[in-house]
């Protein structure tokens, strides 16, 4: 669905028509779910997180500006959410329980399909280990392939704050990479600068 779609949906939607929403909710709940997926680092409470997500996309509506992208602002709403969920857990829990942010591995076979998958979730293993600021600008930054300044308005921080995590980041997955492979294997380019 293009923007200019998404606004005339929007605007109904803005109106209360139920079939705008459902419109809206069907072209954007697996973006929603595997963004809040990846931000979150773990499946516990990404359910309860996404229809918060839609919850506060339905209250904040008056807010959206129809001269950017309804993605664009879906996705800021998607980070405020998460930042906020992780907040009261923090302050409920002090620390999230570790043993939940790694989820155990199928059994490997032979096929080359689950040989990708699986590489894909060791790689998303070592991303989740990330402290959540520098996995934020990562996600928007290779999952939703948004530019270091469009990740600055949308985490509401300086462009160079963006640039230093991002460094971080590439640095600390580069680090983590190299462990994991133990020095069997010459660990690729993690990412480009």
Known sequence: MTD????AWVRRL???????????YEHTVDDVFRTVTF???????????????YIEMWKSLPSYDPNRSFRFWLHGL????????????WR??????????????????ADEAILQEESQQEL???????SYKLRVVIILRYYHDYSLEEIATLLNIPVGTVKS???????????RYMT???????APHVYGR
């Not at 998607?78 to 857990?89: A, G, L, M, Y």
């Open 4 to 7: 200019l779609e998404f606004h």
């Open 14 to 24: 803005m109106d209360g028509d139920q079939a705008a929403f459902e419109a809206v």
């Open 39 to 53: 931000l979150m680092g773990n499946t516990h409470d990404v359910h309860d997180l996404v229809n918060e997500v």
């Open 78 to 89: 998607i980070v405020r959410q998460v930042s906020n969920w992780r907040r009261k857990i």
């Open 92 to 109: 409920r829990f002090r620390l999230l329980d570790r043993s939940r942010l790694l989820e155990e591995a199928e059994p490997a076979k």
């Open 124 to 130: 998303m293993a070592i991303i989740n280990k990330l």
């Open 165 to 175: 995590r991002h460094h971080l980041a590439l640095k600390e997955l580069r680090k």
């Open 180 to 186: 994991f492979a133990d020095g069997k294997v010459e």
